[in-house]
C-alpha cells in the first residue's frame, strides 16, 4: 500500500514540474512577443501569440491577435481564428463584433453590419452577455449599436430599469444630449440617491456649453418633470443645483422656495441657499431667501440664525457698491439696532455687537460710540474668554484710531498672553509688532515677527516674513531709517484711514530718497489707498506699474493676485482675471496665493470645485 502511495506521490510532482516547466515557457515567450509588438516587429509578434494561444486558448492572447493581425492585414487569419472561437464558444456573441470589424476594415460594410445586427438578435436576455457584447462595440466605438443592445436587453428582461448609466453614456458618446438627460433624469425618478452622481456627471458633460443649449434642455426636461411628477421632489432639487450652476439665484430662490413650502422644510434650504448666494455677491437673493425663513417665525429652527445672516448680507450689500449715501448706512444701523433690541446682548448676538461697532467707528466716524460699544460689550455674561479677546482686539484697532498707542499695545499683550499658543495670540502678537512698526521701533518689531515667521497660519507667516524683511533691507549698515519711518508713519495713515496724510507722505518718499528700497511697497500702498477710495481703475493702475518694474521682488505675487481680484470682482473682465490668476501659478509656484488662483480661475472656467479630482498643471 505504502509502494502505490510513493507512486502518486511522484507522479503528481512530476506532473507539477512539468506544467511548471510549461509555464516557463510561455511566460518567456509571452515576453518576447511583448517585445516585439512594442518594437513594431509585429509579424514576429504574432508568430510568438500564435505559439502561446494555440497552446492556452487564452481570452488575453487572442485579444493580442485580434489587434495584431489587421497590422499587418492578414485578415484571413483574423477572420479563420475568430470564426473557431465562435464555434467553440457559442454563446459569446462580442466575438461576432470582432468578425464584423474585420469586415469592416475590408471595406466590407454589408458584412460587417450583418454581423453585429445578427449578434443583438442572437441575444438570449443575459445581462452579462448584453454587458460584454455592449463593451465589445464601445471598444470599436460603434455607439448607435451599443445603445441597441442596451434596448433589446430591456425588452427581453421586460425591465426599463436596466443598463440606465450605460445607456445614457451611450446616448452622449453619439451627441443625442437630449436623451443622455432624460435617460439620467430617469435614474433619479427611480432612485434619488443618485443624485450626487447625477450632478457630478452632468457638471462633466454639459461643459463647455457655450450657446447654453444642453443647460436649456435639461432646464426644460426638469421642469416638465416638476409640472408630470410633482410628487418626486428629486427633480425640484436638480433644477435648483442647475441654477445655481448658472450663477441664477433668484431662479434657485423661487425653486426652494416652493419645494420648502411643500416639504415642509422649515426654511433649512433657503438658509443654506442664502449663505452660497452670499459668498457669490447676489444679494439680492440672499436677502429673499432669508425673509422667507425669518417670515416663518419661531417654529424655523433657522429663525435666529437667519436675522443675523440678514445683517451681514446688507451690510456687504451697501458697503461693497461703488457709491453709497449716508442714508444707506443709517438704515443699517436701524437694522442692527432692532436685531440687538430683539434678540438681546449675549455671546449669541456679539457678532452683531461687534458688527454694530465697526459700522459706527470705519462709516459713522463715530469712534467714540463704538469704543463705549466695546466696553460694554466686555462686560456681557457668559462671555467665553475667547469671545473676550475678539472684543479687545477690536477695541485696541479703535483706540489705535485715536492715537491711544500704547493702551492699543497694552490689549494686544494682554490677547497674546492668554492665547500664546492659539491663532488669536498670534493675530495680538502680530497687531503689536506693527504698533512697534509704526512708531519706529523696528528692532522690537522684527523680534516679535521673526518668531511669527513659524506660525501655524500661513497668512500670518507669510505677513510677519513680509515685514520683518522690508525691516531688514531699510535699517542695515548702508541703509538710511528715515525712509522707512515715512513708509511707517504712511502704513499707520492708511489703517486710520487719512489717506490725504499717507499719500502726502507716500508721496516724498522717492521724491527725498530716490535711492530707498521702498518704490514698490509705495506703489502698493497706493494701491490699497485707491481701492478703499473704490476707484478700481486707478488702484489697477499702480499694480500694473509695480508688476511691471518690480514683479521679480517680494510683493511681485501679491500686485498680481490683487490685480486678477480686481479685474474679477469690480472691473468685469474675467478674461483678463483668468490670465492673471493663469501667470500667477505658472510664474509664483510657491506663493501663499496660488491655491485661491487655482481655485478661482477654475471658478471662471466653470469647472466643477465640488470635484476631488486634481486638475492637471496644463488644466490649472
Same mark, same amino acid.
Given at each position: 500500500?505504502?509502494?502505490?502511495?510513493?507512486?502518486?506521490?511522484?507522479?503528481?510532482?512530476?506532473?507539477?514540474?512539468?506544467?511548471?516547466?510549461? /509555464? +516557463?515557457?510561455?511566460?518567456?515567450?509571452?515576453?518576447?512577443?511583448?517585445?516585439?509588438?512594442?518594437?513594431?516587429?509585429?509579424?514576429?509578434?504574432?508568430?510568438?501569440?500564435?505559439?502561446?494561444?494555440?497552446?492556452?486558448?487564452?481570452?488575453?492572447?487572442?485579444?493580442?491577435?485580434?489587434?495584431?493581425?489587421?497590422?499587418?492585414?492578414?485578415?484571413?487569419?483574423?477572420?479563420?481564428?475568430?470564426?473557431?472561437?465562435?464555434?467553440?464558444?457559442?454563446?459569446?456573441?462580442?466575438?461576432?463584433?470582432?468578425?464584423?470589424?474585420?469586415?469592416?476594415?475590408?471595406?466590407?460594410?454589408?458584412?460587417?453590419?450583418?454581423?453585429?445586427?445578427?449578434?443583438? !438578435?442572437?441575444?438570449?436576455?443575459?445581462?452579462?452577455?448584453?454587458?460584454?457584447? *455592449?463593451?465589445?462595440?464601445?471598444?470599436?466605438?460603434?455607439?448607435?449599436?451599443?445603445?441597441?443592445?442596451?434596448?433589446?436587453?430591456? $425588452?427581453?428582461?421586460?425591465? !426599463?430599469?436596466?443598463?440606465?448609466?450605460?445607456? =445614457?453614456?451611450?446616448?452622449?458618446?453619439?451627441?443625442?444630449?437630449?436623451?443622455?438627460?432624460?435617460?439620467?433624469?430617469?435614474?433619479?425618478?427611480?432612485?434619488?440617491?443618485?443624485?450626487?452622481?447625477?450632478?457630478?456627471?452632468?457638471?462633466?458633460?454639459?461643459?463647455?456649453?457655450?450657446?447654453?443649449?444642453?443647460?436649456?434642455?435639461?432646464?426644460?426636461?426638469?421642469?416638465?418633470?416638476?409640472?408630470?411628477?410633482?410628487?418626486?421632489?428629486?427633480?425640484?432639487?436638480?433644477?435648483?443645483?442647475?441654477?445655481?450652476?448658472?450663477?441664477?439665484?433668484?431662479?434657485?430662490?423661487?425653486?426652494?422656495?416652493?419645494?420648502?413650502?411643500?416639504?415642509?422644510?422649515?426654511?433649512?434650504?433657503?438658509?443654506?441657499?442664502?449663505?452660497?448666494?452670499?459668498?457669490? $455677491?447676489?444679494?439680492?437673493?440672499?436677502?429673499?431667501?432669508?425673509?422667507?425663513?425669518?417670515?416663518?417665525?419661531?417654529?424655523?429652527?433657522?429663525?435666529?440664525?437667519?436675522?443675523?445672516?440678514?445683517?451681514?448680507?446688507?451690510?456687504?450689500?451697501?458697503?461693497?457698491?461703488?457709491?453709497?449715501?449716508?442714508?444707506?448706512?443709517?438704515?443699517?444701523?436701524?437694522?442692527?439696532?432692532?436685531?440687538?433690541?430683539?434678540?438681546?446682548?449675549?455671546?449669541?448676538?456679539? %457678532?452683531?455687537?461687534?458688527?454694530?461697532?465697526?459700522?459706527?467707528?470705519?462709516?459713522?466716524?463715530?469712534?467714540?460710540?463704538?469704543?463705549?460699544?466695546?466696553?460694554?460689550?466686555?462686560?456681557?455674561?457668559?462671555? +467665553?474668554?475667547?469671545?473676550?479677546?475678539?472684543?479687545?482686539?477690536?477695541?485696541?484697532?479703535?483706540?489705535?484710531?485715536?492715537?491711544?498707542?500704547?493702551? *492699543?499695545?497694552?490689549?494686544?499683550?494682554?490677547?497674546?498672553? =492668554?492665547?500664546?499658543?492659539? /491663532?488669536?495670540?498670534?493675530?495680538? $502678537?502680530?497687531?503689536?509688532?506693527?504698533?512697534?512698526?509704526?512708531?519706529?521701533?523696528?528692532?522690537? =518689531?522684527? =523680534?516679535?515677527?521673526?518668531?511669527?515667521?513659524?506660525?501655524? +497660519?500661513?497668512?500670518?507667516?507669510?505677513?510677519?516674513?513680509?515685514?520683518?524683511?522690508?525691516?531688514?533691507?531699510?535699517?542695515?549698515?548702508?541703509?538710511?531709517?528715515?525712509?522707512?519711518?515715512?513708509?511707517?508713519?504712511?502704513?499707520?495713515?492708511?489703517?486710520?484711514?487719512?489717506?490725504?496724510?499717507?499719500?502726502?507722505?507716500?508721496?516724498?518718499? %522717492?521724491?527725498?530718497?530716490?535711492?530707498?528700497?521702498?518704490?514698490?511697497?509705495?506703489?502698493?500702498?497706493?494701491?490699497?489707498?485707491?481701492?478703499?477710495?473704490?476707484?478700481?481703475?486707478?488702484?489697477?493702475?499702480?499694480?500694473?506699474?509695480?508688476?511691471?518694474?518690480?514683479?521679480? !521682488?517680494?510683493?511681485? !505675487?501679491? *500686485?498680481?493676485?490683487?490685480?486678477?481680484?480686481?479685474?474679477?470682482?469690480?472691473?468685469?473682465?474675467?478674461?483678463?482675471?483668468?490670465?492673471?490668476?493663469?501667470?500667477?501659478?505658472?510664474?509664483?509656484?510657491?506663493?501663499?496665493?496660488?491655491?485661491? +488662483?487655482?481655485?478661482?480661475?477654475?471658478?471662471?472656467?466653470?469647472?466643477?470645485?465640488?470635484?476631488?479630482?486634481? %486638475?492637471?498643471?496644463?488644466?490649472?
Amino acid at each position: 500500500m505504502r509502494f502505490w502511495h510513493y507512486i502518486t506521490v511522484l507522479f503528481l510532482f512530476l506532473l507539477c514540474a512539468e506544467n511548471s516547466i510549461a /509555464q +516557463s515557457d510561455i511566460q518567456t515567450i509571452y515576453s518576447l512577443a511583448r517585445q516585439a509588438k512594442d518594437n513594431g516587429e509585429f509579424a514576429k509578434a504574432i508568430t510568438y501569440y500564435e505559439e502561446i494561444y494555440d497552446k492556452t486558448n487564452n481570452e488575453g492572447y487572442y485579444r493580442e491577435l485580434v489587434e495584431l493581425y489587421p497590422q499587418v492585414e492578414d485578415y484571413r487569419s483574423a477572420e479563420k481564428m475568430i470564426k473557431k472561437r465562435l464555434r467553440n464558444f457559442p454563446d459569446r456573441l462580442h466575438y461576432q463584433v470582432d468578425l464584423g470589424h474585420i469586415y469592416e476594415m475590408q471595406d466590407d460594410e454589408k458584412s460587417a453590419k450583418k454581423e453585429y445586427e445578427d449578434a443583438i !438578435d442572437e441575444m438570449s436576455g443575459n445581462q452579462n452577455q448584453a454587458r460584454l457584447l *455592449a463593451n465589445q462595440f464601445n471598444q470599436y466605438q460603434l455607439y448607435s449599436f451599443t445603445e441597441q443592445v442596451y434596448l433589446e436587453a430591456r $425588452k427581453l428582461n421586460k425591465n !426599463d430599469q436596466l443598463f440606465r448609466f450605460e445607456l =445614457a453614456n451611450a446616448y452622449a458618446q453619439q451627441g443625442k444630449s437630449s436623451e443622455m438627460i432624460g435617460e439620467y433624469l430617469n435614474v433619479l425618478g427611480s432612485n434619488r440617491g443618485y443624485i450626487q452622481s447625477v450632478q457630478n456627471i452632468f457638471q462633466r458633460i454639459l461643459h463647455p456649453d457655450p450657446e447654453g443649449k444642453q443647460m436649456e434642455d435639461l432646464r426644460t426636461q426638469l421642469l416638465k418633470r416638476i409640472q408630470d411628477e410633482p410628487e418626486k421632489e428629486v427633480f425640484a432639487e436638480l433644477l435648483i443645483w442647475l441654477y445655481i450652476q448658472d450663477k441664477n439665484f433668484t431662479g434657485a430662490y423661487l425653486q426652494a422656495q416652493a419645494l420648502d413650502k411643500r416639504s415642509n422644510e422649515k426654511g433649512k434650504r433657503l438658509h443654506s441657499l442664502a449663505k452660497l448666494a452670499l459668498s457669490n $455677491k447676489a444679494y439680492d437673493a440672499a436677502e429673499k431667501s432669508l425673509n422667507y425663513v425669518i417670515n416663518l417665525g419661531d417654529e424655523s429652527p433657522y429663525y435666529l440664525s437667519s436675522k443675523m445672516l440678514l445683517v451681514d448680507v446688507l451690510k456687504e450689500k451697501i458697503t461693497t457698491t461703488e457709491k453709497y449715501a449716508l442714508e444707506d448706512i443709517e438704515k443699517l444701523q436701524s437694522v442692527y439696532d432692532k436685531n440687538i433690541s430683539e434678540l438681546g446682548k449675549s455671546a449669541y448676538t456679539l %457678532p452683531l455687537i461687534r458688527g454694530k461697532a465697526e459700522l459706527h467707528a470705519y462709516y459713522l466716524n463715530e469712534i467714540d460710540t463704538a469704543i463705549q460699544i466695546l466696553e460694554d460689550a466686555l462686560n456681557i455674561d457668559g462671555l +467665553s474668554e475667547i469671545n473676550r479677546a475678539e472684543v479687545k482686539i477690536d477695541l485696541a484697532d479703535l483706540l489705535l484710531l485715536t492715537n491711544d498707542i500704547w493702551e *492699543a499695545s497694552l490689549l494686544y499683550s494682554q490677547v497674546e498672553k =492668554a492665547f500664546k499658543y492659539d /491663532q488669536i495670540g498670534e493675530t495680538a $502678537k502680530f497687531k503689536n509688532a506693527k504698533v512697534a512698526f509704526y512708531t519706529g521701533d523696528f528692532n522690537w =518689531a522684527q =523680534a516679535q515677527l521673526d518668531v511669527l515667521k513659524g506660525s501655524t +497660519s500661513k497668512l500670518i507667516s507669510n505677513d510677519a516674513m513680509h515685514l520683518s524683511n522690508l525691516i531688514t533691507d531699510n535699517i542695515g549698515l548702508d541703509s538710511m531709517p528715515e525712509p522707512l519711518e515715512m513708509y511707517a508713519r504712511a502704513d499707520l495713515a492708511i489703517f486710520k484711514q487719512d489717506y490725504g496724510q499717507a499719500e502726502q507722505i507716500l508721496d516724498s518718499i %522717492p521724491k527725498y530718497f530716490p535711492a530707498s528700497s521702498l518704490k514698490d511697497e509705495v506703489l502698493f500702498a497706493h494701491f490699497k489707498i485707491e481701492k478703499a477710495k473704490r476707484n478700481f481703475e486707478k488702484a489697477a493702475t499702480y499694480l500694473r506699474k509695480l508688476i511691471a518694474e518690480y514683479g521679480e !521682488d517680494i510683493l511681485g !505675487d501679491d *500686485a498680481l493676485f490683487q490685480l486678477a481680484k480686481l479685474e474679477e470682482e469690480y472691473l468685469g473682465n474675467k478674461e483678463k482675471a483668468m490670465e492673471h490668476y493663469k501667470q500667477l501659478i505658472t510664474t509664483y509656484p510657491s506663493s501663499l496665493h496660488v491655491v485661491e +488662483s487655482r481655485k478661482r480661475y477654475r471658478m471662471l472656467r466653470g469647472d466643477n470645485l465640488e470635484s476631488t479630482e486634481i %486638475p492637471k498643471e496644463e488644466e490649472l
